[in-house]
């Protein structure tokens, strides 16, 4: 079980580093790419146990000086682990009692170990999970009609649930499509926010990251004791966030969403709840760890590039490549020596060795009772003892008699057992000369399918390598292309703005004009206003209509309209300076 465990743990490091290595070199791609790369590594990952039991083995063989930890002897049959035995002899007055207390052995305490850890990861995981069925149960349907609204735009078919919950500090959210959104409070009062937090939470549920999220915490809870494993896990939760921004801003305004990110951060870090179950639900905010770096992505004046299926698969082709022999290889330490006696040997030979004692131990019971200290020697065919110094004799007592012959008997029984322990060993000992001939073979065998699955490996390898080039080509092309689209655009833009700021100096130039002209109308008005027969015909004309002039107001309207036109004239002259600086 030790072995096992440990080849299980060696294996998940290879496949998680691996993963992280072929990320870490895919760093200039987008998110998206890199989260189908980490999902496959999830795959495999939660797949090596069954490859392991029930997947064909690729044998490997390793020094003889290897620990017996990292890999059993190749020769070796597998045996049963044999518990430790603490014994103890108890004298009683007429007889002797033997107690057997059977302690756990160096597998059973790590197996346990084991169980231990991958338990509390889960029952961690259980609690998250329940936590956000009671937050679903008990909240209330959202009735607000711009986030109904919004949410009938975005997902016009099939609409998860929108719930509100006042435990939730950030919108979260979680299940399989078509999934639950959880808001809190202050989102619901904040409807600007409805078209960030439900285009978000919509991209999570169709990129189905919670479940993905969930396989994450299973494969932590299968390797708990593997870091990098955990890594995968952090890694896969901030990639997921930012593939998740770069889609949602292809649709709505960077800056608005950016705001939307730091003001929910910012609720969130300052009402953190006890018990939020971040473990088992998709946040919006996410990790506040990489919130900086999720601003910096959505502000970027350069917009997100698509994720180019072709490319993701073919990287998840190479690992898988590299990862299956992993998975079926077997280590096994090369050996010299006789093979170790199988399991059935050791039993039956152990018996052997106790019917032996036996015998040896009821033939003194039968020495002592023929030849006793006291110098007689018993007679049993005519029931008497006789002493051998002085000559007398002695009738024997029925007792005496009876135990003789209970002796006899015992030792009787004893020889049969030994004769039918050393059969049993024989046995076990041809058993185990077969299975070892019979392992040599299997060894020869898998060595040949060895040698074919690398061979097999090294053309998927080189399959996979002409692949990758030709993706490389074929990505060249896209961007010169894509170049080539942009340069155009820019052409364009320039074009249009050029005819933009031309017109705008057309229409600067004309406004101008007539702000100069209306300034020339206001001061002929006030130059006639001053002539009194003009201010009385035009009390009289106000009369006709029905409106009420007085002379003192027509004398306040003098300098008020000689202002007005100082000022128009004034506009006039900026409007035709910027005309003339745009030109």
């Known amino acids: 079980m030790i072995a096992l465990l440990t080849g299980l743990l060696c294996k998940s490091i290879v496949v998680a580093g691996l993963t992280l290595a072929l990320v870490a070199l895919m760093r200039g791609r987008p998110a998206a790419e890199r989260v189908i790369v980490l999902r496959a590594g999830l795959l495999v990952l939660l797949a090596l146990p069954l490859v392991a039991l029930f997947g064909p083995d690729i044998a490997a063989r390793l020094p003889a000086s290897t620990p017996a930890l990292l890999a059993p002897s190749a020769s070796a049959a597998p045996a049963v682990a044999t518990p430790a035995v603490a014994h103890a002899v108890l004298p009683l007055p007429s007889a002797t009692l033997r107690a057997d207390i059977v302690l756990p052995g160096p597998d059973s305490l790590v197996l346990a170990a084991w169980i231990l850890g991958a338990a509390l990861i889960v029952a961690r995981l259980v609690l998250g999970l329940g936590l956000l069925a009671a937050w679903s149960r008990r909240g209330t349907p959202v009735g607000h009609a711009a986030w109904i609204e919004t949410l009938g735009r975005l997902a016009p078919r099939r609409a998860p649930r929108l719930r509100l919950s006042r435990a939730v500090q950030s919108p979260l959210s979680w299940g399989l499509p078509p999934g639950e959104i959880l808001i809190g409070p202050a989102q619901l009062a904040a409807p600007a926010q409805a078209e960030a937090v439900l285009a978000h939470e919509l991209e999570h549920i169709r990129r189905a990251d919670w479940a993905f999220l969930m396989l994450a915490r299973l494969v932590a809870a299968l390797c708990w004791i593997n870091p990098l ?29 950016a705001r939307v990110l730091v003001g929910l951060a910012a609720q969130a870090a300052s009402s953190r709840h006890p018990l939020t179950p971040a473990w088992a639900a998709a946040r919006m905010t996410g990790p506040a760890r990489t919130l900086s770096e999720r601003i910096d992505i959505v502000m970027s004046a350069k917009p997100p590039r698509p994720a180019r ?59 002592i009772l023929s030849n006793p200290s006291n110098g007689e020697r018993w007679d049993i065919r005519q029931r008497r003892a006789y002493n051998l110094d002085t000559g007398e004799s002695r009738a024997l007592s029925d007792q005496e008699i009876q135990d003789v012959e209970q002796a006899r008997h015992a030792a009787e029984q004893a020889r049969a057992t030994a004769e039918a322990a050393r059969g049993l060993a024989e046995q076990a000992r041809n058993d185990a000369m077969r299975h070892v001939e019979a392992a040599r073979l299997d060894r020869s065998a898998a060595r040949v399918e060895t040698r074919r699955a690398i061979q097999e490996a090294m053309a998927a390898a080189r399959e996979a390598q002409a692949e990758g080039m030709r993706a490389a080509r074929e990505a060249h092309i896209e961007a010169a292309r894509a170049g080539i689209d942009a340069a155009r655009i820019r052409r364009e833009a320039a074009q249009e703005a050029a005819r933009a700021v031309a017109a705008a100096r057309i229409d600067m130039a004309f406004g101008s004009e007539q702000m100069i002209e209306a300034a020339a109308t206001m001061r002929q008005e006030a130059d ?50 910027r005309a003339n600086r745009s030109s």
């Not at 997921?240 to 305004?253: P, T």
């Not at 002379?551 to 007005?564: C, G, M, T, V």
Request: aromatic share 2%; no cysteine; glycine share 4%.
């Open 528 to 577: 006639r206003l001053s002539d009194p027969a003009y201010r009385a015909e035009q009390i009289e004309r106000d009369r006709a209509r029905g409106h009420t002039v007085t002379e003192q107001q027509l004398l306040d309207a003098i300098p008020k309209l000689r202002n007005s036109a100082d000022r128009m004239e004034a506009q006039a002259a900026r409007l035709r300076d």
């Open 309 to 367: 299926l072709w490319i993701a698969g073919g990287a998840v082709a190479a690992l898988a490549a590299v990862a299956t022999p992993i998975a079926a290889l077997e280590l096994h330490r090369a050996s010299q020596d006789i093979p170790a006696t199988p399991s059935a040997v050791v039993v039956a030979q152990a018996a052997a060795d106790e019917a032996s004692q036996d015998v040896e131990s009821a033939r003194g019971s039968v020495m």
């Open 229 to 257: 494993a955990w890594l995968m896990g952090r890694e896969l939760e901030r990639l997921s966030e930012q593939a998740v921004d770069e889609a949602v801003v292809r649709r709505i305004d960077r800056e608005s969403y």
